[in-house]
């Protein structure tokens, strides 16, 4: 049996209440879906680690139902929500229901996306329930941006969970796979159904945790690069690296011969590569010579 819900985190009713009193319908636009069930949040807590020492930044904190099972754990949490209506209301909720820990929280109220810096502790974790329509650009955007979240734990569409958590070989193994491995080790850490939502999705959920790579990917190459490479071999999915890395080359033959100096066969596909081979390839750029066109 389930344990009973705590008072200080939001159940269905809670969740429809304080949606009701706001004027609030989750929209598909945003790729809004409220996490009604109190379990699910103490388990992302639970799978996440967060402890009391973990500063954590949330994106995408809606009405709170996280934010405040997180609030119960961590040291301080950062929420980042760009919906004006439930930025405004977020503060009132934790104020409300989490009183002797109002002053843990901060709200940032902005486009996650363009998010540089935050309030308060620099972050050690990132915990969310991703909006499906920008769920990879956010995660890469965060972890780009903040090199002192070493842990991660988001909430995505089930395939997006497939596609980041994926090997080389794999058949959904793609740009979200091989960027995410350039800063982390991904792997899947469950499955989320459909009820715990409202609204209800018509697709599946699940976790995906990062860990933050003790050491970055060497490479004398950068990450813009790098990932200008992978961008480019998989493009064109079912062409060999020859022929999708062309345009990269400024040729077939100087794709080729950057191709057989970082030790990769040039009849390879992107989707057999590693993070580690994409960052060979870029250190191996052609070069213009002065004058050349």
């Given at each position: ?21 706001l004027g609030v319908r ?101 915990v969310a329930n991703l ?163």
């Amino acid at each position: 049996m389930s344990s009973p819900t705590p008072d200080a985190l939001l159940g269905p009713a809670d969740v429809r209440e304080l949606a009701a009193a706001l004027g609030v319908r989750p929209t598909k636009q945003r790729g809004q879906n409220f996490v009604i069930d109190a379990n699910t949040v103490r388990r992302i807590v639970r799978t996440a680690e967060v402890t009391a020492d973990d500063n954590v930044v949330e994106v995408g904190p809606g009405l709170g139902s996280l934010t405040l099972a997180l609030l119960e754990a961590a040291a301080h949490v950062t929420a980042v929500e760009i919906d004006d209506v439930l930025a405004a209301a977020l503060p009132a909720t934790i104020a409300a229901r989490l009183p002797g820990r109002a002053d843990r929280f901060a709200l940032v109220h902005s486009d996650a996306l363009h998010v540089t810096e935050l309030p308060g502790p620099a972050p050690t974790a990132l915990v969310a329930n991703l909006p499906y329509n920008v769920a990879v650009p956010v995660l890469l955007h965060m972890l780009q941006t903040f090199p002192s979240i070493e842990r991660t734990l988001v909430m995505v569409q089930s395939e997006v969970a497939d596609r980041l958590a994926a090997t080389p070989g794999s058949k959904v193994y793609g740009v979200p796979s091989v960027k995410a491995n350039w800063y982390a080790d991904v792997k899947r850490a469950g499955a989320i159904g459909r009820n715990v939502f409202w609204p209800a999705p018509n697709v599946d959920s699940g976790l995906v945790a990062l860990t933050r790579r003790a050491e970055p990917v060497k490479t004398t190459a950068s990450r813009r690069e790098v990932f200008t490479v992978i961008d480019a071999a998989f493009a064109q999915r079912r062409k060999t690296l020859r022929a999708a890395l062309a345009g990269w080359a400024g040729s077939a033959a100087a794709a080729e011969a950057a191709l057989v100096a970082a030790g990769v066969s040039p009849q390879a596909r992107g989707e057999s590569l590693t993070v580690e081979e994409f960052a060979r390839i870029a250190e191996h750029a052609p070069h213009e010579e002065p004058g050349q066109q």
